[in-house]
């Protein structure tokens, strides 16, 4: 697995950057990001911990921020394989793009509901996995919903969605489009946060 790249920062530095960043963008878009504070390492790990890293050869981060969890998948991805990272915060975009160098990034700008466009252009048809840190419960009406059935659509069968959230909202948005949703707590975060993993099941003209 090929490590990814910084921008020259380390240590205590690259922290207070990162955390400097997330708390300006914070402040001015709260409805956007979903706690004050970026994910705990042990949400980290608990979160990625299901996955299936050498059957991985797509997977697909909403709102990555500063890049709490993309550095991880980074350091687990296989050297063949892409991340696409989705966020509609420019700000966001421009930093991932400036502090990780690694040609298995691709940072786009844009909505994740057009998660398919940005999944073609990238050279892919499907998702092995998508990971949402994306608060569901604060964006405009039918946009969650429109959200949740673009990413099934995206997953191959057996892909999984795999959502950290600071409520249960998104449940009621998952239930119409998938078959398979598992809800866990991790503790320790602060706040304490739900890791929900929802999982496209076999078509059934492909289980036929």
Avoid at 50 to 60: A, I, N, Q, S
Avoid at 176 to 185: A, G, L
């Amino acid at each position: 697995m090929k490590k990814s790249r910084t921008g020259g920062q380390t240590g205590a530095r690259a922290f207070f950057s990162q955390w400097g960043m997330f708390f300006r963008q914070f402040v001015r878009h709260p409805g956007m990001i979903g706690s004050i504070i970026p994910s705990s390492s042990a949400l980290v790990d608990r979160m990625l911990e299901t996955v299936d890293w050498r059957g991985t050869r797509l997977f697909v981060e909403y709102g990555p921020g500063v890049g709490t969890f993309t550095r991880t998948i980074l350091d687990r991805l296989p050297a063949d394989a892409t991340l696409l990272a989705i966020d509609l915060n420019l700000d966001f975009v421009a930093y991932l793009e400036a502090q990780i160098d690694d040609p298995r990034l691709r940072v786009v700008h844009g909505s994740a509901a057009d998660v398919r466009r940005f999944i073609r252009e990238a050279g892919h048809y499907q998702a092995d996995y998508v990971l949402s840190g994306i608060p569901f419960s604060t964006l405009p009406g039918g946009v969650g919903a429109a959200i949740c059935a673009e990413t099934r659509a995206a997953l191959r069968p057996g892909g999984a969605f795999l959502i950290y959230q600071y409520s249960r909202f998104v449940r009621r948005l998952l239930a119409p489009v998938f078959d398979d949703v598992t809800d866990e707590r991790e503790w320790r975060n602060i706040p304490p946060c739900h890791l929900i993993r929802a999982t496209r099941t076999q078509d059934l003209a492909q289980a036929a």
